[in-house]
């Protein structure tokens, strides 16, 4: 095993760099649910220090261990739910596993199987807050049914599991935003780095809403999202950088791959029409760009999705 901080792009390859199974991780749609127990940890249990790429929920209903994100801890609680976003580095150790779900997901997993404006939905989705949240008896045990449905399907094969897991996990999310997070703003969230990290979020999702619905034909730079918030370029990408780990060149970069995704899964739209729409003026620099993201290119990306 390495032993350098992992710049983890998924689940599925930080418990291979961890040593840990990944039987039960189905690596390829972008989502997981895990009872923790089944993992098998050898107790206690300590992780490397990470950085994910997606986002969690962690559902404890009995068990004892301790996050760490950054500088900051927490102690697991019963009936805690905890959730993060790919941010920053963490660790986390386990001494008693009884009942713990963890379930992780990717932004093109939301876009494709719950709703394409996700973060205008559940704006929670982008907070910083790094807190567990403790839930009522009533509430977790509402939860619980929810997480233990979608774990059901996720273990069997029906054609369309991932459909139910989505509208599954859709109504996860609206019990959880309006219990914990009904009057939530992200932009009011945290210190002035934070707010500008977050508005930075805000207008790169809203200007590839904008690209999608041909509301604009621009393709923003780091110069543009600069503009947007009156400051510095150079200024904006440190704190980006410092705040989140990637800088905002790779921000683009990875939005410009899931909304990619996102089309050649879910439209009709000729290969050559979405690399337009995305700002590309060759189809084959499109072609290069993803198959350089994604290790294939769009036409398999497509074909594959079509099969599945």
Same mark, same amino acid.
């Given at each position: 095993? +390495?032993?350098?901080?992992?710049?983890?792009?998924?689940?599925? &390859?930080?418990?291979?760099?961890?040593?840990?199974?990944?039987?039960?991780?189905?690596?390829?749609?972008?989502?997981?649910?895990?009872?923790?127990?089944?993992? !098998? =940890?050898?107790? @206690?249990?300590?992780?490397?220090?990470?950085?994910?790429?997606?986002?969690?929920?962690?559902?404890?209903?009995?068990?004892?261990?301790?996050?760490?994100?950054?500088?900051?801890?927490? &102690?697991?609680?019963?009936?805690?739910?905890?959730?993060?976003? @790919?941010?920053?580095?963490?660790?986390?150790?386990?001494?008693?596993?009884?009942?713990?779900?963890?379930?992780? =997901?990717?932004?093109?997993? $939301?876009?494709?199987?719950?709703?394409?404006?996700?973060?205008?939905?559940? @704006?929670?989705? $982008?907070?910083?807050?790094?807190? @567990?949240?403790?839930?009522?008896?009533?509430?977790?045990?509402?939860? &619980?049914?929810?997480?233990?449905? #979608?774990?059901?399907?996720?273990?069997?094969?029906?054609?369309?599991?991932?459909?139910?897991?989505?509208?599954?996990?859709?109504?996860?999310?609206?019990?959880?935003?309006?219990?914990?997070?009904?009057?939530?703003?992200?932009?009011?969230?945290?210190?002035?780095?934070?707010?500008?990290?977050?508005?930075?979020? +805000?207008?790169?999702?809203?200007?590839?809403?904008?690209?999608?619905?041909?509301?604009?034909?621009?393709? =923003?730079?780091?110069?543009?999202?600069?503009?947007?918030?009156?400051?510095?370029?150079?200024? $904006?990408?440190?704190?980006?950088?410092?705040?989140?780990?990637?800088?905002?060149?790779?921000?683009?970069?990875?939005?410009?791959?899931?909304?990619?995704?996102?089309?050649?899964? !879910?439209?009709?739209?000729?290969?050559?029409?979405?690399?337009?729409?995305?700002?590309?003026?060759?189809?084959?620099?499109?072609? /290069?760009? =993803?198959?350089?993201?994604? /290790? #294939?290119?769009?036409?398999?990306?497509? +074909?594959?999705?079509?099969?599945?």
């Amino acid at each position: 095993m +390495k032993n350098e901080n992992p710049e983890t792009k998924s689940l599925y &390859e930080l418990y291979i760099h961890l040593g840990l199974p990944v039987d039960m991780i189905q690596a390829k749609e972008g989502f997981a649910i895990l009872n923790l127990k089944a993992i !098998n =940890f050898k107790l @206690p249990y300590e992780s490397l220090s990470f950085r994910p790429d997606y986002f969690s929920f962690l559902f404890v209903k009995e068990g004892i261990g301790k996050y760490t994100i950054d500088d900051t801890s927490f &102690e697991v609680q019963p009936h805690s739910i905890y959730f993060t976003n @790919p941010s920053n580095y963490r660790t986390f150790s386990w001494e008693k596993i009884e009942e713990v779900y963890l379930i992780t =997901f990717d932004e093109t997993f $939301l876009k494709q199987y719950i709703r394409q404006d996700i973060y205008s939905e559940f @704006p929670f989705l $982008l907070t910083e807050i790094i807190s @567990p949240k403790i839930a009522s008896d009533q509430f977790y045990n509402e939860t &619980e049914n929810i997480y233990l449905q #979608i774990h059901k399907e996720y273990t069997e094969q029906s054609l369309d599991k991932y459909q139910i897991i989505g509208h599954l996990l859709a109504i996860l999310l609206y019990k959880i935003k309006a219990y914990f997070w009904e009057d939530y703003n992200p932009i009011y969230e945290g210190n002035r780095s934070s707010q500008i990290v977050k508005s930075f979020k +805000k207008s790169l999702e809203k200007h590839y809403r904008d690209l999608i619905e041909r509301k604009t034909e621009q393709v =923003f730079r780091i110069q543009d999202y600069a503009d947007t918030q009156n400051l510095h370029p150079n200024y $904006l990408g440190n704190i980006v950088k410092t705040k989140t780990g990637k800088s905002i060149s790779t921000w683009i970069a990875d939005k410009t791959i899931v909304e990619a995704k996102s089309l050649l899964q !879910n439209s009709s739209m000729p290969i050559k029409e979405i690399a337009y729409v995305l700002g590309f003026s060759e189809t084959a620099h499109f072609s /290069n760009y =993803f198959k350089k993201h994604v /290790n #294939i290119s769009p036409i398999q990306y497509r +074909k594959e999705q079509n099969n599945l």
